[in-house]
């Protein structure tokens, strides 16, 4: 539920916690799906502080605007996701929060993405609800971590 420039988030056990909008890094190589992101995101009420189409970008991105959330691909030019959010998360103390958002579900590639630090995964096509369920997740495991 949006209020303002805040919105709410059940926690477990039924209590509402309010909480202000997310900033999200979207890291994705085709344009209407990033496009998608960008309006499911803005219609959660959280914001989208940048757009990357590669794997490199998306790591000189996230450390240059130290986003609240990255959402990226795993299949990218020039570096893939798993790839860059490893070289994102290699020095820090936390892992940096990243869903994972692919068109493929093999058994070796969601290792890989667990093994980088993924705090959740998504297979395309991502629904509005499917997408704002992975989000919720992903930042409650990131304040458990």
Request: charged content about 25%; glycine content about 6%.
């Given at each position: ?23 999200i ?22 914001e ?10 998306a790591v ?14 795993i ?6 996701g798993i ?5 994102i ?11 994972f ?16 630090g ?11 609800e ?10 409650e ?5």
């Amino acid at each position: 539920m949006l209020i303002s420039n805040f919105f709410y988030i059940k926690l477990i056990g039924g209590e509402d916690m309010l909480r202000k909008p997310l900033r999200i890094l979207i890291a994705e190589d085709e344009a209407m799906i990033l496009y998608g992101f960008k309006s499911f995101i803005n219609e959660m009420g959280h914001e989208v502080i940048g757009e990357v189409y590669d794997g490199e970008k998306a790591v000189e991105m996230a450390n240059a605007l130290n986003p609240d959330l990255l959402i990226m691909d795993i299949k990218m030019p020039k570096a893939d996701g798993i790839t860059a959010l490893r070289r994102i998360n290699s020095g820090r103390k936390i892992l940096f929060p990243c869903i994972f958002v692919t068109a493929f579900s093999d058994v070796e590639l969601i290792d890989n993405a667990k093994d980088a630090g993924a705090f959740n995964y998504l297979i395309k096509p991502v629904s509005y609800e499917s997408l704002q369920a992975a989000i919720e997740i992903a930042m409650e495991r990131f304040e458990d971590y």
